[in-house]
């Protein structure tokens, strides 16, 4: 660990969220379960999500398609009923076994109670259903993260990059992992191939600048900063990453300028900063 200077800065509330208006436009009723499912993906991309438990609700009735139930169940996670959410995947489950999507539903509502070991279970049967879905694999990964095997987790994700190796997601995520389990060379390999893919991706490129600087790679640690600052001029973080890597090379002077340039940074930006901090140093992100 490197014996740093880090400056003190001012904190400040962040915004709220501002929820969008809802869209009242009266629709046309439907007579078939598929028009009842085109009105409902529409009320849901509106975010009428009450809307569109009734009209899901009319195509399970009219159709016994399992689909309409995982449907209905997504619409219930959505509106924050998870309980009918379950009862929902669990009847397309007992309608098709077979189908993939009911056991991700089943799995995304466990990870909501914390119901770790259940979530693995169940993700784990789409991914056998699908296993050529990275999505699914991703958060099986995520899953055994949780309940302690990041070794299975890692497994997953290296799966997922090779089904969708030009995905810098994916990368991008494996790259964490590795880090995590200390394999920073690997680390910095899958996060320089996801910045490559998403060069215009100012936080991957930060994070990269990390990764170098944990590394010991300043030079090429000021190269991110500089470049996520020059996507992201607004970004506070950025500059006092960029200060601290200054400090390390030992130009003071270029420091003291960035963290002056950053000092209305804001509560969000200041754990940033300091989550960044402590894994440029060796810890966990």
Known sequence: MRNIKFPAFPLSPLNKRQEPP??????????????????????????????AITCYKKAARMDSDPSHRTDLGDAYAYAELPRKALDQYRRAIKSNSKQPEPYFG??????????????????????????DNPFYRYKLSCAFIQVGCPDDAVEHLEAAVELKPGDGFYRFE?????????????????????AALCPADDYYLARLGMLYARVGQLDRATDMFREA????????????????????????????SQYTEAAEIDDYEADFVLRARRFSLGGAW
């Open 22 to 51: 809802e869209d009242d436009d009266p629709q046309p009723e439907p007579t078939t379960a598929d028009g009842n499912k085109k009105l409902a993906d529409g009320h849901i991309s509106k975010g009428r999500v009450h809307q």
């Open 229 to 256: 600052i020059r996507l992201q001029p607004a970004n506070l973080a950025y500059r006092c990453l960029l200060g601290d890597v200054y400090y390390w090379l030992g130009f003071e002077t270029r420091a003291e």
């Open 106 to 131: 089943l799995a995304e509502v466990y990870t909501r109670f914390g119901k770790w070991r259940a979530a693995v279970d169940a993700y784990a049967k789409a991914v056998e259903l699908a296993p």
């Open 174 to 194: 494996l790259a964490a992992l590795y880090a995590d389990a200390g394999r920073d060379d690997e680390a910095v390999h899958e996060m320089e191939q996801a």
